[in-house]
């Protein structure tokens, strides 16, 4: 059973190989939150490595020490009950560290569901992120921008991703800048996320939610301020408006490549638990104020029958998941 | 009728697999004919309610699928080992790794601990059989049918694609429109309801039928362990059960529990699932812990230490259990309160889990340590284990779980859970009481050499997710370009899976060659253990015990060798055995049409099926056999024949 040594110092020399931690997104944070989570891995790394280390020196000792030999043939093992102290000793042990691991998992969980401590008095920018079939669109009602698969972020600036889906189960995530988070198609959920570099990092869906999965990635793009700025005015200027028919045409396709839009569909196809009397007709003054992420009545949400109407458009508040139902044709 | 649906789109492994289906039951239904095996097969082990051979075809089932499993993983290994690989498409590859999930948990860990369930408790327990034989026969039937049906999803209809975990709204009929999911909620519904029954049984089988002396805290732990895995089994799987009959009301009926319109909850199902789905993973595992703890006592000749300890650790993980669920969609947006809660019941499992590998770690010290393929098996359960034990307390940082939720950090972490936590005890424990079930030892050269390649081969094959996840590599994915960088890793990874399969091809080749070569054992205990069910004769009589031990201790029959004192101490007597039924097979099979009737919406076969269900059911229930009792001189002469004495 010694062989059992050199098998893990085997394993140990293939984590040295890597090229390095450059390739290991998760452990190569580019903003607060992610920079809290790699800490936090690597701290629990650490404690989990001296765990194994006790076990795994008992272990060799014992099975060293205790294997049957030519010289140990009349040896007769003792009949032992168990030791009252040891056995709390064991138990012990495992609580405090669980119990300080439990403290650092709340601590950071806290830092993470929340705007960085860097950013805190800054107002976020605001970015719904919804997916459908296996595309990202990304709703700015700030700037009146509507981008698919792909996001630009200012840097040094809290960004508040609001997620929805409108089907499956997808999972926003950008490794180098934070964790990952649901989005559904009945509740709106909120992800903190604040990049410190410039740079283009990868972000993907990391749901699992049918045939296009693997390839449904976008690029986030973290810009200084003034490139952001400058990009927000670029695209007033040369992109067009989204209509709500290529809205609707957008969902329905499988996939598509980058596109801009100078309006958000926000506000011909509010987010659930976020209506549209909480928008005006363009989408630009927003109530930011609702961006909790507690679960909403679905009545509100799919009601039956639809309530009378207010407005041209909150008639029925969320027709493109109707439609979509109706039309979605599978694989 | 549309004959379309029935059919899976064109491609050569499926029609591959056709034929190999074909040519299999072909040469089965020959063989049988040409050997005149029917009668034999129908009387000696379709209508049995034997407790030893009902096992036996729960292992056989569960190696059957084992290599089914197998060769799904092989699959999904040879698609992602280099970038843009064109093996599978992805509707394909979404249906190889669905059912290699389903198989493995539902259909190979779970059969194969409830065979070695059903062989060994009875025996340990000192007892003829289990409580109910028949029902235990019909929990077997319904298991076995329900697995088949699954397993035809591959060429009929096509599989499911949802992933073994089919969240809603992804599986339902919207987003998944081929009968996949159909066979998905009725498969598992109708093994379900045999692993309910398994439940049931043997909670009546070890409470009431222990041997006399017997005390609950003398049990073996192996009983131990699968007493409280049939207490999780009686409150996980009604869960199940609901969720699967909505998920089958949402596909089948036009309900809304779980779709997105008209007040429809997708996430409801994933509660729902996973109040069910952790309790499982322990059903697997405790079961394990237990044979682990019978193995390594026996090969350090020491009693099991802390025995009080390993059984309240148990008790406190089964506990646990139902407390811990939310911790599979940590992302799912619950809030900092529900996340950290879980984040901490979570962490909680690890410390009875802790005192296990400590109590184990102590058993062995000052034993004198011999080290067979089934002790191997165990000792590198230990190390490997505590890995995936360690990697889980780090997935239930609520905040870390951010980063590894849905990677291959924790396709690495449940592979280290379950592979040594529940596989290699399974084939531990396969070894180990292989002896007492055929009479003869597995060969040991060939058991090692298997040991070596499954071992080593394991930790190349998964070692290199938990780097792979970091990096941003999510599960399930079917391809990733190169630039990702995913591609050595995966390769290497790939290699280990190669690895493990020969190991495998090596220990059914073991089978066969002891089957053939190896001595045979003729005083039932060959490995000088220390439980009950080495105090029969090996291969066991039908009524395993001529006389019922009397039991002082904890290790019954070890005290009894070492202080001379006679276990059986009563003269033999005339024996009470159940008769065979056919009943429980016909049940299964009527189950099955009316299971593939569901699935394809037939709806008159189906209505008739159901009926026919009712009506075996009443017919069960007022079946007034009482069984059948075997005369004292046929007791005697089988024993004498046992022991090598002519009659």
Redesign the interface.
């Known amino acids: 059973m010694n062989k059992k040594g050199p098998l893990y110092a085997l394993f140990l020399s293939l984590i040295l190989l890597l090229p390095g931690c450059s390739s290991i997104a998760v452990l190569n944070p580019k903003g607060p939150a992610a920079r809290t989570l790699s800490d936090t891995i690597i701290l629990s790394i650490v404690v989990m490595l001296g765990v194994l280390a006790v076990v795994y020196i008992l272990y060799v000792f014992v099975l060293l020490k205790y294997r049957a030999k030519k010289s140990n043939e009349d040896y007769i093992p003792p009949h032992e009950e168990g030791n009252k102290w040891l056995e709390a000793i064991w138990i012990t042990i495992p609580i405090i560290i669980v119990a300080f691991l439990s403290v650092v998992t709340v601590k950071t969980t806290v830092d993470v569901e929340n705007v960085a401590a860097d950013y805190k008095d800054q107002k976020p920018l605001v970015i719904y992120a919804s997916s459908s079939n296996w595309k990202w669109h990304f709703s700015y009602p700030e700037e009146g921008i509507e981008t698919v698969n792909y996001v630009n972020i200012p840097v040094h600036r809290a960004v508040e991703f609001r997620l929805y889906s409108f089907g499956t189960i997808s999972s926003l995530w950008i490794p180098q800048l934070g964790g990952q988070k649901y989005a559904m198609s009945d509740m709106l959920t909120t992800l903190h996320l604040s990049a410190d570099t410039v740079g283009s990092y990868t972000g993907r869906n990391a749901n699992f939610n049918g045939k296009g999965f693997a390839h449904m990635e976008f690029e986030a793009l973290a810009m200084t301020d003034k490139d952001y700025q400058e990009w927000v005015k670029d695209v007033k200027e040369t992109a067009g408006p989204l209509t709500e028919d290529e809205f609707k045409n957008l969902l329905k396709m499988e996939y598509v490549g980058r596109k801009t839009y100078t309006n958000t569909h926000l506000s011909f196809s509010p987010p659930p638990g976020d209506h549209g009397d909480h928008m005006s007709n363009n989408g630009k003054e927003m109530d930011m104020d609702n961006g909790t992420t507690e679960h909403q009545d679905n009545k509100e949400i799919h009601p039956s029958p639809a309530p009378s109407s207010e407005t041209e458009f909150n008639s029925e508040p969320n027709p493109e998941l109707d439609e979509q139902s109706t039309t979605h044709e599978g694989h | 009728m549309d004959w379309d649906k029935f059919k899976v789109h064109g491609e050569p492994l499926i029609y591959g697999a056709m034929a190999s289906i074909v040519l299999a039951t072909i040469g089965i239904i020959v063989g049988l004919t040409y050997f005149k095996k029917w009668g034999y097969l129908w009387r000696e082990w379709l209508t049995t309610v034997d407790h030893k051979r009902i096992g036996i075809m729960y292992i056989l089932a569960a190696l059957l699928m084992l290599f089914r499993g197998g060769v799904d993983a092989m699959m999904m290994k040879l698609q992602t080992a280099a970038p843009d690989m064109k093996f599978l498409d992805?509707?394909h590859y979404?249906e190889v790794f669905t059912t290699h999930g389903l198989i493995m948990i539902l259909f190979m860990a779970m059969p194969f601990i409830i065979g070695l369930m059903n062989v060994i408790v009875p025996l340990q327990i000192g007892a003829r059989d289990v409580a109910f034989p028949r029902l235990n026969a019909v929990s077997f039937w319904l298991f076995f049918f329900g697995a088949m049906l699954l397993n035809i999803s591959f060429v009929i209809g096509g599989s499911p694609?949802?992933?073994w975990s089919a969240?809603f709204?992804?599986a339902s009929i919207?987003?998944?429109?081929t009968v996949g999911n159909n066979y998905y909620s009725l498969a598992l519904q109708i093994s379900g309801i045999g692993t309910l029954l398994t439940g049931v049984n043997f909670i009546v089988t070890i409470l009431k039928m222990r041997a006399p002396g017997m005390k609950l805290m003398k049990m073996p732990m192996f009983t131990w362990s699968v007493l409280i895995t049939n207490v999780i089994i009686v409150f996980a799987f009604p869960v199940l059960t609901v969720a699967l009959a909505l998920m089958m009301f949402d596909r089948l009926f036009g309900s809304q529990f779980f779709t997105?319109?008209?007040?429809?909850?997708?996430?409801l199902w994933a509660n729902l699932f996973w109040v069910w789905g952790h309790p499982e993973v322990y059903i697997v595992v405790l079961p394990a812990f237990g044979i682990y703890s019978e193995i390594i006592a026996t090969f350090?000749?020491?009693?099991l230490?802390?025995?009080?300890?390993m059984v309240f650790s148990m008790l406190i993980i089964s506990l646990l259990s139902f407390l811990v669920w939310a911790h599979h969609?940590y992302?799912?947006?619950?809030?900092?309160m529900v996340?950290?809660f879980f984040?901490?019941t979570t962490?909680?499992i690890?410390?009875p889990t802790?005192?296990k590998?400590?109590?184990w770690?102590?058993?062995?010290?000052?034993?004198?340590?011999?080290?067979t393929t089934p002790m191997?098996y165990t000792?590198?359960f230990?190390?490997i284990f505590?890995?995936g034990g360690?990697?889980g307390?780090?997935l239930?940082?609520?905040?870390?779980?951010?980063?590894y939720?849905?990677?291959m950090f924790l396709v690495a972490h449940f592979h280290y859970v379950l592979i040594p936590g529940a596989v290699f005890a399974v084939i531990a424990g396969f070894h180990y009481w292989f002896p007492k079930v055929f009479g003869f030892r597995l060969n040991e050269r060939l058991g090692k050499h298997a040991f070596w390649w499954i071992?080593?081969s394991f930790?190349v094959a998964f070692?290199?997710l938990f780097?792979l996840?970091?990096?941003?590599m999510?599960?399930?994915?079917?391809?990733?370009s190169a630039d990702?960088?995913f591609g050595p890793l995966s390769m290497l990874s790939f290699v280990g899976a190669v690895g493990l399969m020969i190991g495998f091809v090596i220990l059914v080749y073991n089978i066969y060659w002891s089957t053939r070569y190896e001595p045979r054992d003729t005083d039932g205990d060959p490995w000088d253990a220390r439980t009950l069910e080495w105090a029969t004769k090996s291969p066991i009589p039908a009524y395993n015990f001529a006389v019922v031990p009397t039991v002082k201790t904890r290790d019954a029959f070890w005290t009894s060798k070492m202080d001379k004192v006679p276990l059986f101490e009563d003269k033999i007597t005339k024996i009470h055995m159940p008769s065979n039924t056919g009943k429980p097979f016909i049940l299964g099979v009527i189950f099955f049409v009316a299971g593939f009737s569901l699935v394809f919406s037939l709806w008159i076969p189906a209505i008739i099926s159901g009926v026919g269900i009712l009506i075996v059911l009443a017919a069960m229930s007022f079946d007034r056999d009482h069984g059948f009792y075997i005369p004292v001189e046929e007791v005697i002469a089988t024993e004498k024949k046992l022991r090598g004495e002519t009659v």
């Open positions: 992805s509707q979404n694609d949802a992933g969240y709204p992804l919207e987003f998944s429109p997105m319109a008209n007040g429809g909850m997708d996430m350090s000749k020491k009693n230490y802390g025995y009080t300890s969609f992302t799912m947006g619950q809030g900092v996340n950290s984040s901490i962490m909680a690890a410390v802790g005192v590998i400590f109590n770690l102590f058993t062995l010290r000052k034993g004198r340590i011999t080290f191997l000792l590198a230990i190390p505590t890995i360690v990697t307390v780090m239930a940082m609520a905040s870390a779980d951010y980063q939720h849905n990677t071992i080593i930790n070692f290199p780097i996840g970091l990096m941003g999510t599960r399930r994915q079917y391809t990733y990702t960088g």
